[in-house]
């Protein structure tokens, strides 16, 4: 059982920047992490995934934007959020994926002026 604890969502202006962190209970060595996002109305959707071997992958939406990163030594995995848009407005999940999936809380981020 891993558990997964998120922080820095918040309210920032369009344009503004934002650090989501993830801590893991245990160890995320083997573990492909990722960030997941759900607006209201809406499905929840991948935002960013990183492998054991730290492979990434985003989806079109937020390339070039956004950087996801992990430390395994710390257990720990961030999300590094910059020209943010209106549209990035959800909840954000952090998921630890190996035979079985493992979520967050989620952190509320609101992109508004």
């Known amino acids: 059982q891993v558990q997964l604890v998120e922080s820095g969502g918040g309210l920032v202006q369009p344009g503004g920047s934002l650090r989501l962190s993830c801590a893991a209970s245990g160890s995320i060595f083997l573990f492909t992490m990722g960030w997941y996002r759900q607006a209201p109305g809406k499905q929840r959707e991948l935002v960013a995934t990183i492998t054991s071997n730290s492979n990434t992958n985003y989806a079109d939406s937020v390339k070039g934007r956004f950087t996801i990163s992990r430390d395994n030594a710390k257990n720990t995995v961030t999300l590094q959020m910059n020209s943010l848009k209106p549209e990035d407005t959800a909840v954000y999940y952090c998921?630890?994926?190996?035979?079985?999936?493992?979520w967050g809380q989620g952190t509320q981020v609101t992109v508004s002026s």
């Open positions: 998921n630890a994926r190996r035979d079985v999936r493992y």
